[in-house]
């Protein structure tokens, strides 16, 4: 079976083929560390780490190089840095944040983490060679990209060209798609702001000429796979594209992918609206990071997410499911002969849960697949017909479908020795049919966060 994918750059699903034998040459864009990331941008970071996990899955070797913005109008406007040392020790604070809540997350950390300030050299060398090749001109100590000087320029965004202002500039880093003009590579010194002194005078580089030298440095001319949120479509993508195959000839990016927009119960995100949250103003609610993993996740990345607090008691319960199936596949005494074949089913759950995932990632089939998995077993178990050999093949399966989503919790097994022995007290008191002593310990057991269930096959546990 093979990943077909939406490859933005075409409008097309396609089957994914890496340039370089089972390498994939991956490339993310990170977060502009002004503050601290919203579940916006963690919608995007987590569809980007399913991606690379279920790569991983599909049997290929990842590369992946995600970038730090620490240096653009955003950073240096809330930094009010007049220094690039001064501008590097405001966003540090929040780079480290955010690989905090990325752990948080179950987010793995990419191969290589670079960031924008460690990489002037790289981005006056591209932009002296965009120079020679007379794709820029300079204005008041500010050098732009000329983008009639690129035919294929609105290939990634499907720009109309009609939309296209000739001669026209601009210096911010974001702007509107119907406003395509030159953009800024290099910014002229403005007081009390950071700049660096190279060999194409004093200033700093603007946002779009970062990644382009960035990815390239480490991934080469052509690389398979760029990703990030819609909203980087236009104009950061498309000036990439443009700024990089301007200097090579070649194309960038084989494959583009962006991840839907999230609102908020059922409206835009936005701080005057009180509906703005980072994963720190969940976790202060006392909201499980998993629980948020899981609802960013539920959703194809290609379809707009509604994130709600139902939503998130939804998924609580449902990750509660799979933690009393771990816990029971745990704690269950299995038979050393089966009296139902399992090994069929979980061969159909992996080729289901890969159909689903083949399809452009479609994360919530792929969930149902797990959790009809789950249901299926828990019938053989109530049947008895699961023996050890399956016992070893089911948590095998689970495990592998778990690699790509990382939901499941941690194992269970570092109990607290206390209520291990407030259990063992209370199976005391069972024996001897001291019935009302043994509830009391099951009151306490249940205050200090745990449940307790009677089985044929004995006590199980689980937290609260």
Known sequence: MALKISNTLTGQMEEFRPLEDNLVRMYTCGPTVYGYAHIGNFRTFIFEDVLKRYLRFKGYRIKHVMNITDVDDKTIRDSKASEPSQLRKYTDQ???????????LRIEEPDLVVHATDHIPEMVSLIERLTAKGHTYEKDGSIYFRIASFKDYGKLSKLDKEGIKPGARVDVDEYEKQDARDFVLWKAPKPEEPFWTTSIGSGRPGWHIECSAMSMKYLGDSFDLHCGGVDNIFPHHENEIAQSE??????????WMHGEHLIVEGEKMSKSKGNYYT???????GIDPLDVRYVLLSIPYKHKLNFTFDALRQARSSLRRLQDFQIRLKTDHFPHEATAELHP????????????????LNTAQAL??????????NIAMDQKGVS????????????????VFDILAEPESEMDSRIRELIEQRNAARRARNFPLADQFRSQIYEMGYIIEDTREGTRWKKR
């Open 94 to 104: 929040y780079t480290t944040a955010f690989m905090e809540d990325c752990r948080q």
């Open 246 to 255: 301007s200097v090579t000839g070649k194309p960038f990016v084989r494959y």
């Open 279 to 285: 994963l720190r103003d969940l976790l202060q609610k």
């Open 345 to 360: 089913l979980l061969k159909q759950a992996r080729e289901q849960f890969e159909q689903a995932m083949d399809d452009d």
């Open 368 to 377: 149902a697949v797990l959790f009809d998995l789950v249901r299926e077993i």
């Open 388 to 403: 050890e050999e399956d016992h070893a093949a089911i948590h095998k399966a689970v495990a592998e479908i778990n690699e």
